[in-house]
């Protein structure tokens, strides 16, 4: 049976998480702690859904993409909603979050577990969308797990070619400079 066909899938998508009244919402939230469009947010929610769906109907462990583990980590923090009615009403079982411990074996699980995960995604909602939101697993455990958290009032970003870039057109302007002088 497809997803979209069941209870539990009517019960997960119908679900808004967190306070409907408040004045950042939590796609709001989401957006602005992973500075994420609006709308690329509102997907990440979506494919959180379908991943709780999983995690209930797999089978076995399930392991997110790195956009919808920061949905569900922002889930968590809305304590009540999460554990006094999302699991309870709407998935009806606990969904319990667990971090790597860490090693080699734990990287060969993860690896494992996300392959399973992905299949699973394409058995009941069909191919997950490509890239963003569900990347290959290179990406999902080398790339991703180095991001972290920074205040932008404190810092400024570059990526890394225009950085490059830069060092590069200083380096010739020194150079220049010194064959001036």
């Keep these: 049976m497809k997803a979209l066909d069941t209870e539990l899938w009517k019960r997960i998508a119908g679900h808004a998480i967190g306070p409907e009244n ?16 609006q709308p690329h947010a509102d997907r990440v929610i979506g494919e959180y859904k379908r991943f709780c769906y999983l995690a209930m109907t797999a089978g076995h462990e399930v392991t997110p993409s790195d956009a919808v583990d920061q949905a569900w980590h ?19 079982a606990d969904l319990h979050h667990g971090p790597t ?5 734990a990287r060969d699980r993860y690896y494992r577990q996300y392959a399973a995960t992905l299949a699973a995604y394409e058995a009941s909602f069909g ?15 080398a790339v991703d797990p180095q991001g972290v958290r920074i205040n932008f009032f404190d810092v400024i970003i ?10 590069l057109l200083a380096f010739v302007a020194g150079w220049l400079v010194g064959r001036i002088m």
């Design 158 to 167: 570059l990526r890394r070619r225009v950085a490059l870039a830069l060092g």
């Design 22 to 37: 408040a004045p950042l919402t939590f796609a709001a939230r989401l957006a602005r702690e992973n500075r994420w469009s």
């Design 101 to 105: 411990n860490g090693g080699a074996i």
């Design 74 to 92: 922002l889930h968590l923090t809305c304590s009540r909603d999460y554990w006094q009615v999302f699991c309870p009403e709407v998935l009806r």
């Design 127 to 141: 191919e997950p969308p490509p890239g963003d939101i569900w990347p290959e697993a290179r990406r999902r455990f």
